[in-house]
């Protein structure tokens, strides 16, 4: 089992919409939780942090939950500048510091 | 942006050349990490350093030897790749060497031919 896994997608949506990502993670030991953006030949770009009780910034909505391992990350009211791949990364210390990414869900939003 | 910068953008080598990566941040981080990212791979993270010392190094080859001469500077030194090291070799920078978010340099996009 990957440590990190993601829908690779791509997820197509319509302008407005609502779309939701899922990521599993492994370890229980796991530390913090990040959704991070990547454009299309660009670098990755930290979206938002996630957090024990939810967190919301502005359209986009993140969930952890330790219990079945799991973070979401939620887009509402989708615009076509959202579409990108979405980076599921976790971090953990187990003896060394481990930084983990998902390989990406992607996200084309369309007109 | 010029939080992290990185130089040169695209390089070129054959086997048997050797060549570095440069990268270089202005955020005040005490932290700085190699990644690479391969198409359709998640990114791999390859080394970190804390303060300019080495903490973590995910059993990458011995040719790439990185270098860190202070806490705003790292280098990565390549010599005699195979073609399939042939990938976007990203730089990042955070505050600490634990829980906090990375700041991504642009990348270097290195063929090997």
């Known amino acids: 089992r990957k440590e990190v896994e993601q829908d690779p997608g791509p997820f197509n949506v319509p302008e407005g919409a609502t779309v939701a990502f899922n990521c599993t993670y492994s370890n229980s030991a796991s530390q913090s939780f990040f959704w991070y953006r990547q454009d299309c030949r660009k670098e990755p770009k930290l979206l938002m942090s996630v957090y024990s009780s939810g967190n919301e910034d502005g359209r986009f909505t993140a969930q952890l939950n330790r219990a079945s391992q799991y973070i979401s990350l939620l887009i509402r009211d989708s615009k076509l500048s959202d579409s990108a791949t979405y980076l599921c990364v976790v971090t953990l210390n187990t003896g060394g510091f481990k930084t983990i990414f998902g390989a990406g869900t992607r996200l084309f939003v369309k007109a | 942006e010029t939080g992290v910068t990185q130089t040169p953008r695209h390089l070129v080598m054959g086997m048997t050349n050797k060549k570095s990566l440069k990268c270089e941040q202005h955020l005040g981080h005490n932290a700085m990490y190699w990644y690479k990212q391969s198409a359709k791979k998640p990114l791999e993270l390859m080394f970190v350093y804390s303060l300019e010392e080495r903490v973590e190094n995910n059993s990458v080859p011995s040719r790439f030897s990185p270098e860190c001469p202070n806490s705003s500077h790292l280098f990565l030194h390549l010599h005699t790749l195979q073609p399939e090291d042939s990938a976007l070799y990203l730089c990042?920078?955070?505050?600490?060497?634990?829980?906090?978010?990375?700041?991504f340099g642009p990348g270097t996009r290195l063929t090997v031919t």
């Open positions: 990042a920078s955070s505050q600490e060497a634990t829980s906090y978010e990375q700041y």
